[in-house]
Each structure stands twice: as structure tokens, then as C-alpha cells.
């Protein structure tokens, strides 16, 4: 679907699955506020060629008047944008930066996860075969080494400010048993706060670099790679600082479309489904 007269001068590109995960890359106007003229293209697959074929039939003089487009990391994305609208400054979303982060605060915790499931195992058996019988330790809030690092997971999404009186209870052993995630977490709250208390380009610059060098001494893994991810496309992460720009209105878009699809118990006829959604929202 094309609909070129919805073009603006500020733009979202990002992919949302219809029916059995089945991928379509949507082009946003975010001057459509996700309601009737909203919708510029939505186009089955993420095939950066097959995504390039259509938006090009819109006219180059209109596709020359975006000023700015906020994306992925995806290199299909970055294609398109570069090749279909070569003014535009190309702003990689801050949520998709942070999320990298926190994924491997999580890659962390799995990780011990698993090795205490093992411990406690091996403790059983060990247990039975001296016919005692197994009693786990158990720390002050009642959880268990397992439990403590199952039941983490949603409070190393927050900031510390953020915690309710058991997770501010729950972090304070998970930080005590194992100091690494503490590290990981505050590298992590380290970067949301560059991006939500930064105000200019010139100093987000220095602060990232400083996080690099940060990252680098943590000697993490899983954080090292991040931060290669996070070098390759600086400048357009840099770009978020000139307008703050981010992809929300992608994501909250995304969102009305499965709130959408939930009213009417999935997806059977695609391509009436996309009808619709052209009447709605283009």
C-alpha cells in the first residue's frame, strides 16, 4: 500500500508482524498523531530492495522534503533511508540503544539463573544419595538463590527510583550475591541517564565515549559487543540530541495495529485487514 500524499517532513520506519509472524515494514508520517494520515507505505517483508522498489514511486521532489527519519539498527532500514530520501538525517531510536543494554543485564542474570538451577540439582541428588533430605537457603525476603534471580528480572528494567519496597529488598541481596549484575546495572542506568538528562549533541559526544571506556573496563562480554553495535552507527545515535527525536510513534502505532487485530481474533483475510486499516489510519 502507497498513499504519497500523507509524506511529511518528519518520518518513522520500523516492521510489525500481521498474522504468524509474518513481517511488514510500515512507513509513518508522525505528523498523522497514528490517525487518518498516518500511513505513507506498508509493504509485506523487510526486503530492503523490495522496500526501496516502492517508496521510489513516490516523487523525488516529495521524498527530498523529509527532514528527518528515526529507525532501528537494522541495515535493511539504514538502506532505505539512505537511498529513498537523501536529505533526511537519519535518527536511531534511543529505546532500541537502551534495550541492548538491558538485554545483557538479562544475559547476565540467565546466566546465573542457570548455574544455580545446576547447584541446587546437583545438591539434591548429592542429598539423596546421603539420605538427608534438601533444604535450600533461604535469604531474609523469603526467596530462594533460584527465586532470588527469577524474580529480578522486572526490576532491572527500572530505575532504582522506580522500585517498590520488596524489589528495593530483592536488589539489595541480588547486588550482595552477585556484585557483576550491581555493574551491569548501573553501566545500564549509566546510559539511560545520558540520554534523558543530556541536552546538547557536543556533550552526549563526551559522556558516550566516557561509557565506551567504561564498558571496556567492566571487561563484560556481552557489553563489549553492544558497544561495538553502539559505535558503528554513533552519529545517528548522536542525532537523537538535536530534536530528541525517537521512534515512539512507530512503536505506538505497531500498537494499534495488535489492538486492532486482538477486536477482530486475529488475522484470516490479510488483504481485507490491510483495507481496513488504509480507511482507518491513511
Not at 527500572?158 to 557483576?180: C, G, H, M, N, V
Not at 571506556?213 to 540530541?241: M, Q, R, V
Request: one cysteine or more.
Amino acid at each position: 500500500m502507497l498513499f504519497p500524499d500523507n509524506i511529511g517532513a518528519q518520518l518513522s520506519i520500523d516492521e510489525t508482524s500481521l498474522s504468524n509472524g509474518e513481517l511488514y515494514t510500515i512507513l509513518t508520517n508522525k505528523a498523522g498523531k497514528g490517525k487518518k494520515g498516518t500511513i505513507i507505505a506498508m509493504i509485506e517483508g523487510v526486503s530492503s530492495n523490495q522496500i526501496i522498489d516502492v517508496i521510489k514511486r513516490i516523487p523525488k521532489k516529495h521524498r527530498a522534503t523529509v527532514k528527518e527519519i528515526t529507525l532501528d539498527m537494522a541495515g535493511s532500514m539504514n538502506k532505505v533511508v539512505k537511498s529513498c530520501f537523501p536529505n533526511a538525517t537519519k535518527v536511531i531510536d534511543r529505546f532500541h540503544v537502551q534495550k541492548l543494554a538491558y538485554d545483557a543485564v538479562q544475559e547476565m542474570r540467565i546466566t546465573h539463573r542457570w548455574d544455580a538451577i545446576n547447584e541446587e540439582t546437583n545438591a539434591i541428588e548429592n542429598a539423596k544419595s546421603d539420605k538427608i533430605k534438601y533444604i535450600p537457603k533461604v535469604f531474609p525476603n523469603g526467596d530462594t538463590r533460584k527465586q532470588l534471580l527469577a524474580r529480578s528480572r522486572y526490576l532491572l528494567f527500572k530505575s532504582q527510583e522506580k522500585w517498590t519496597e520488596k524489589q528495593k529488598s530483592r536488589a539489595k541481596i541480588l547486588f550482595i550475591e552477585y556484585p557483576d549484575i550491581k555493574e551491569a546495572y548501573n553501566l545500564t542506568h549509566s546510559l539511560r541517564m545520558i540520554f534523558s538528562h543530556t541536552k546538547t549533541k557536543g556533550i552526549a559526544y563526551t559522556k558516550l565515549a566516557q561509557w565506551f571506556n567504561d564498558i571496556t573496563e567492566s571487561g563484560f562480554k556481552s557489553f563489549n559487543t553492544i558497544s561495538a553495535t553502539i559505535y558503528s552507527h554513533y552519529p545517528e545515535i548522536l542525532n537523537f540530541f538535536e530534536n530528541r527525536s525517537t521512534n515512539a510513534s512507530a512503536e505506538s502505532f505497531n500498537a494499534k495495529i495488535k489492538a486492532f487485530r486482538a477486536t477482530q481474533r486475529g488475522v484470516t483475510d490479510i488483504s481485507f485487514f490491510l483495507f481496513r486499516l488504509a480507511k482507518i489510519y491513511a
